[in-house]
């Protein structure tokens, strides 16, 4: 497993209204043409330290929920 902060499995992206700037990073509040995580890298010289799992791509997530029946479709609204 690829443990680097990935844009596309972090709660925070976004895709963005603004076709110029079409990513959007919730946690630092910023838009930009290259996912987040590289900006982050190529500006602060670090991986991104806010990335979090979705919770449906966090692979320490219990996916064996047998009290709904359904499973990767939850929604997390504490973010
Ligand atoms: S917190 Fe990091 S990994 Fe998540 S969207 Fe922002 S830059 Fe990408």
Known sequence: MNDL??????RFFR?????RFPYECE???FKSQ???CLQVMSIDGREC?????????????DTKDT????KGNRIDHSA
Do not use: V
Request: hydrophobic share 35%; proline share 9%.
């Open 5 to 10: 902060p990935n844009c596309w499995k972090c």
């Open 15 to 19: 895709i963005s209204w603004d076709a």
């Open 27 to 29: 946690a630092m509040n």
């Open 34 to 36: 290259a996912l987040p």
């Open 49 to 61: 330290q806010w990335f979090r799992y979705k919770t449906e791509t966090d692979p320490s997530a």
């Open 67 to 70: 009290t709904s029946g359904i």
